[in-house]
């Protein structure tokens, strides 16, 4: 399994970092993940909130590869159970390296919805960018432990 997650700009706060890295350090036996941190885009050079989210898929888009299944992760998608999303994640990346999209501060370009093949919430409640980053990485874990039925999930 391939897999990528694709975020704008980098995880300043370390603690969130040491528990990136610690999924990481758990995934690495199983998967290989990378974590592409792009540049965010400056209202103050864009202009505007809807330049600034151009900016960001254009510079995003240029990163994926025709046959990559993409995800966007968005707080209008759709969500899943820890299982459901366990089965799903093992079903779609056969021969495809799965890429994950969590935009920058101000949402995602349209662009970017359009070229993705699902779009999904990790939730209901408001993250901040950085904590949706470790959310995702926990749950890719929890996922793969689901399918190779080991204990973490419960």
């Known amino acids: 399994m391939n897999l990528r997650l694709i975020q ?18 758990r995934l690495s036996p199983m998967v290989k993940l990378d974590i592409l941190e792009l540049a965010d ?27 990559d299944y993409v995800i966007l992760l968005d707080e209008k998608g759709q969500m899943k159970s820890s299982l459901e999303f366990s089965e799903y994640l093992v079903n779609i990346s056969h021969n495809k390296r799965v890429v994950f999209i969590i935009g920058g501060v101000y949402g995602t370009d349209p662009t970017l919805r359009q070229r993705s093949d699902a779009v999904l919430s990790l939730s209901e409640l408001t993250f901040t960018h950085q904590m949706a980053r470790l959310i995702l990485v926990e749950q ?15």
């Open 8 to 25: 704008f700009g980098k995880t300043r706060e370390a603690w969130l970092k040491q528990a990136i890295d610690e999924y990481l350090k």
């Open 41 to 67: 885009v400056s209202i103050s050079k864009a202009g505007s909130v809807e330049a600034v989210k151009f900016g960001e898929a254009q510079n995003c888009l240029k990163r994926l590869k025709p046959d």
């Open 140 to 154: 890719i874990y929890r996922a793969l432990m689901i399918h190779n039925n080991r204990s973490y999930h419960y």
